[in-house]
């Protein structure tokens, strides 16, 4: 079955950066993109961007442009999604999900990454 | 950038009543919006895309309806599983963006 299947959680400081992967299996890697979405603690969804893993190429809500940066390695069938400069307020779940073809959705997703921001 | 508004923030009902909820878009999104659902501690589930239609699935008892800026999830009869956070999301322009939420909470 299509399953993404995310790394641990993370604590970082401030200022550091979190790469956070995401591992596909059940299907073709190539042919789906990734989107990254977050969540902040007991607060809503926030769209960050997508990978092509096929071509490589990227797309980042303008507020992560210069902060984010999302690869790929198609040899492991896995998406990464780095977030640099980090601040408290990055404290949030981070989630991948497959862009669901021809549902052109968001399913399944993964499992989530706590990523916590603490001096 | 468009802005998703559900309301209401709680719908607090009882196993076996009808839940009704609302997302209201900024700017017209076409037909291009989707209902999440998401459980305490987990990741959310993809319900209702295309504003009508039901993923692969989800039980006939969730529909979705609207076009436009105006959009409704229906459950029909709320099992005791149905108790959850439910998002919506609209891809019509960007970026993507999300609702902030609908609790349905046991009464």
């Known amino acids: 079955q299509v399953q993404l299947v995310q790394s641990g959680a993370e604590v970082k400081k401030p200022g550091a950066s979190v790469k956070v992967s995401c591992k596909a299996s059940?299907?073709?890697?190539?042919?789906?993109?990734i989107h990254w979405v977050r969540q902040a603690p007991g607060q809503g969804l926030e769209w960050m961007g997508w990978i092509n893993p096929n071509s490589g190429g990227t797309n980042y809500a303008q507020k992560f442009q210069g902060r984010v940066s999302m690869t790929s390695d198609t040899s492991i069938s896995t998406a990464y999604m780095e977030l640099s400069r980090l601040r408290s307020d990055d404290t949030a779940v981070y989630y991948c999900a497959r862009f669901d073809v021809p549902v052109n959705w968001l399913d399944p997703w993964g499992q989530g990454t706590l990523v916590t921001v603490s001096s | 950038e468009i802005v998703l508004t559900q309301s209401p923030g709680t719908l607090s009902l009882s196993p076996g009543e009808r839940a009704t909820l609302s997302c209201r878009a900024s700017?017209?999104?076409?037909?291009?919006l989707a209902w999440y659902q998401q459980k305490s501690g987990q990741a959310p589930r993809l319900l209702i895309y295309?504003?009508?239609s039901r993923a692969t699935g989800i039980p006939a008892r969730f529909s979705g309806s609207g076009s436009g800026t105006d959009f409704t999830l229906t459950i029909s009869s709320l099992e005791p599983e149905d108790f959850a956070v439910y998002f919506c999301?609209?891809?019509?322009?960007?970026?993507?963006?999300f609702g902030q939420g609908t609790r349905v909470e046991i009464k």
């Open positions: 700017q017209s999104v076409s037909s291009f």
């Open positions: 059940g299907y073709t890697f190539t042919a789906y993109y």
């Open positions: 999301q609209q891809r019509n322009n960007w970026p993507q963006a």
């Open positions: 295309d504003a009508v």
